[in-house]
């Protein structure tokens, strides 16, 4: 049966590691990975290497910065199950080319449309950051309102979200 799920929570909480789990005992082989970040530095690209060895090699892995509405319409109906991973590095690079929170907001629309017309399971990681402090400067707090607006889109879209807690998955909405 085809889900949406979102896996939300604080950075390193586990939220990776338990969407692949559960996109491992989905399927054994029509799985694909959509990674969203693209590493500016050493210490990223280590990283990347390192979330690439945590998946099996039956997991495909394509590097969608932007385009993740499109990569959905294209690849759900030849997979089983989709992880993305995360919205919060999808919305940095929706960053990169604006500001304006309508034009974030109409990528989040395209989103959740392209997420209801999926044709498998599709997993997705963000990150919360509405926990925070009020940051002090106007980039960072359009950033911590977009990525609110874009989690709770995905999350209302949802039909099961996780919230991650030092690597236990509770679920928030069934």
Known sequence: ????VLFIGGCRSGKSRSALRMGEKLSENN??????CV??????????IRHKKERSDHWM?????????EAITDHTPNMDVMVIDCLTFWINNLFLET????????HARRLTRSLKKARCTVI??????????VPENRLSRLFRDSAGFVNQAVAETADKVFWMVAGIPVQIKP
């Open 99 to 106: 500001d304006d929170p309508e034009k974030i907001a109409e």
């Open 61 to 69: 892995t394509l590097e969608v910065p932007v385009l993740i509405p």
């Open 31 to 36: 799985k694909i990975f959509l990674a969203t």
């Open 124 to 133: 997705l990681v963000s990150n919360e950051v509405g926990t925070g402090i």
């Open 1 to 4: 049966m085809k889900e949406i």
């Open 39 to 48: 590493p500016q530095d050493q210490e990223m690209k280590q990283r990347v």
